[in-house]
Nanobody, 126 residues
Framework: ARLVESGGGLVQAGQSLTLSCVVS????????MSWVLQAPVKGQEWVSS???????TYATSVKDRFTISRDNAKMTVYLQMNSLKSEDTARYYC?????????????????????WGKGTQVTVSS
């Protein structure tokens, strides 16, 4: 499997970014997809997930600001990030697992997901 993220960058607080993750090598439409961030102080934190049937969950910190979506035909998952804050600064990883997780994903580790991308850096200046 290959997961390739893009769309990160340096923006000012209040601005927006859209992250993309193009997936290959797995039956994408069957997979539960997530975005997970990693930052020096926060460690690894789950951001949002979308299941194979479109069920969506968000971490409280990003609810009402971020929107996750998927396009199964393009084998791509997106994360629209609005009203960015300096505390959103992190490396954002796309991750896939076959079995969905109900509700929030707590205590995420490398083993929570079957596949990971290499991440894309998001830096928000205040």
């Amino acid at each position: 499997a290959r997961l390739v993220e893009s769309g990160g960058g340096l923006v000012q607080a209040g601005q927006s970014l859209t992250l993309s993750c193009v997936v290959s090598g797995i039956p994408f439409s069957r997979f539960y997809m997530s975005w997970v961030l990693q930052a020096p102080v926060k460690g690894q934190e789950w951001v949002s997930s979308i299941s194979s049937d479109g069920e969506i969950t968000y971490a409280t910190s990003v609810k009402d600001r971020f929107t996750i979506s998927r396009d199964n035909a393009k084998m791509t998952v997106y994360l629209q990030m609005n009203s960015l804050k300096s505390e959103d600064t992190a490396r954002y990883y796309c991750a896939a697992r076959l079995l969905p997780i109900d509700g929030e994903v707590k205590d995420v580790t490398y083993y929570t997901y079957n596949y990971w991308g290499k991440g894309t850096q998001v830096t928000v200046s205040s």
